[in-house]
C-alpha cells in the first residue's frame, strides 16, 4: 500500500515538474519573438530613414517594397521579412505601411503590421529652405518666420 502511494506522489510531481518546463519553454519562445520583432522594428525605422524616394522608388527595399529576409542578430534561429507600402499615397510622408514577417523553429511565423515614419530630416531640404538661403545670403529673418 505504501509503495503505491508513494509511486502516485512520484507520477503527479513528474507531471507538475514536466508542465512547469513546458510553460517555461512557451515563454522563453515568447519572449524571443518579442526580442526579433523590436529587432524588425527598428530596422525597419533604420531603412525609412536612410530611404530617399525618387523617380521610379516610392517604398524602400525593390519595386515591390520587399526587403531581403534578414538572419536576427539575437537569436540565429529566428529570421524575419520586411514589406513596405505607402499608408497613403498622395502623402508620401504620411509614413509607409509595413509587414513584419518572423520566422522560426519548425517553419512557425508570426506576422504583425506596423506603422513607420521618418524621424530624420535629410540634408538637402536644409539646403533647399528660404530660411537657410537668407542666411547664406546673410539677410534676416523676420521675426523667426520663413517669408516666401
Known amino acids: ?13 513528474l507531471i507538475v ?47 515591390e517594397g520587399q526587403l531581403d529576409e534578414k538572419v536576427s542578430a539575437l537569436f540565429p534561429g529566428y529570421r524575419y521579412e520586411l514589406a513596405f507600402a505607402l499608408v497613403d499615397t498622395s502623402v508620401p510622408e504620411s509614413g509607409y505601411d509595413v509587414l513584419v514577417t518572423v520566422r522560426y523553429g ?25 530660411t537657410y538661403e537668407q542666411e547664406r545670403k546673410g539677410g534676416s529673418n523676420e521675426g523667426g518666420r520663413e517669408t516666401r
Open 1 to 13: 500500500m505504501a509503495t503505491s502511494l508513494m509511486a502516485v506522489g512520484s507520477v503527479s510531481i
Open 17 to 63: 515538474l514536466a508542465s512547469a518546463a513546458g510553460y517555461a519553454n512557451e515563454r522563453q519562445g515568447r519572449q524571443r519573438l518579442t526580442q526579433v520583432l523590436d529587432e524588425a522594428r527598428n530596422d525597419a525605422r533604420a531603412s525609412v530613414n536612410v530611404f530617399r524616394p525618387r523617380e521610379g522608388r516610392k517604398v524602400p527595399g525593390d519595386e
Open 106 to 130: 519548425d517553419e512557425q511565423s508570426h506576422q504583425e503590421r506596423v506603422i513607420v515614419g521618418s524621424d530624420t530630416v535629410p540634408d538637402e531640404e536644409f539646403e533647399r529652405s528660404l
